[in-house]
Every structure is written in structure tokens, then in C-alpha cells.
């Protein structure tokens, strides 16, 4: 398997971004909710980045469970923040939907699909 020069630096963010999230629960600053949140959102990012570049066919489910868990972590963590998280979540799960029924234009579709219809 001949891994382009892209993935090798998205293996490189996801471990710098994991590494990143995990640095409040080892004591290297405050654990408080918004650490909490940002270690979770960082975590989401580290992960997400790699998996779309390795597997372009989850890029619709990656858009899907990002959007329900930004609007999770806003809710449950970010009390005064909690309504702009949960309305950038919901317009992701919104277009991950409309994505997978195909309803977006094709300028957008080009994201998810080699030969949009």
C-alpha cells in the first residue's frame, strides 16, 4: 500500500491533535468543562481528518456524527455557547442527509461523490 505524502502528514495531525486533547487529563491545565469540550472537539478533529482521507466513502457519516456530536458537546458542556454549537451541528447533520439523498447541488456533491447525479 503507497500512502501519498497527504496521508502521511493527516497520521501526523491526528496524532498531534489526540496528543493535544489528551494534555488536560494528564494535569497540564485546568479540567474544567470547557477543557472537556475542547479535548472532545480536538479528538473528533484528529480522528475525522485521517479516516476521510483514508476511507472517501465515510466522508457523509463523518459529517453525520461530527454534527450530533458538536451539538452533544455544546449542550452538555458549553452552557453559554451551547446554542451556537448546537446550531452548527445541527447544519451539519442537515447536510450530511441531504448529501446522502442526493439533494445538495453538484459543486457540493463533488465532497461525497466521484460523478455526482
Given at each position: 500500500m503507497i500512502i501519498s505524502r497527504i496521508q502521511q502528514f493527516s497520521v501526523i495531525f491526528a496524532f498531534i491533535m489526540i496528543s493535544w486533547a489528551m494534555l488536560p487529563f494528564f494535569g497540564y491545565g485546568a479540567l474544567d468543562n470547557v477543557s472537556i469540550a475542547t479535548s472532545l472537539v480536538l479528538m473528533l478533529i484528529g480522528i475525522a481528518y485521517p479516516l476521510s482521507l483514508f476511507k472517501p466513502q465515510w466522508n457523509k457519516?463523518?459529517?453525520?456524527?461530527?454534527?450530533?456530536?458538536?451539538?452533544?458537546?455544546?449542550?452538555?458542556?458549553?452552557?453559554?455557547?451551547?446554542?451556537?454549537?448546537?446550531?452548527?451541528?445541527?447544519?451539519?447533520?442537515?447536510?450530511?442527509?441531504?448529501a446522502y439523498m442526493r439533494k445538495l447541488p453538484n459543486g457540493l456533491l463533488k465532497f461525497f461523490y466521484k460523478s455526482p447525479k
Amino acid at each position: 500500500m503507497i500512502i501519498s505524502r497527504i496521508q502521511q502528514f493527516s497520521v501526523i495531525f491526528a496524532f498531534i491533535m489526540i496528543s493535544w486533547a489528551m494534555l488536560p487529563f494528564f494535569g497540564y491545565g485546568a479540567l474544567d468543562n470547557v477543557s472537556i469540550a475542547t479535548s472532545l472537539v480536538l479528538m473528533l478533529i484528529g480522528i475525522a481528518y485521517p479516516l476521510s482521507l483514508f476511507k472517501p466513502q465515510w466522508n457523509k457519516a463523518l459529517l453525520l456524527a461530527e454534527g450530533i456530536i458538536f451539538a452533544v458537546v455544546g449542550l452538555i458542556f458549553l452552557k453559554p455557547y451551547d446554542i451556537l454549537f448546537l446550531i452548527i451541528g445541527l447544519g451539519l447533520v442537515i447536510l450530511a442527509i441531504l448529501a446522502y439523498m442526493r439533494k445538495l447541488p453538484n459543486g457540493l456533491l463533488k465532497f461525497f461523490y466521484k460523478s455526482p447525479k
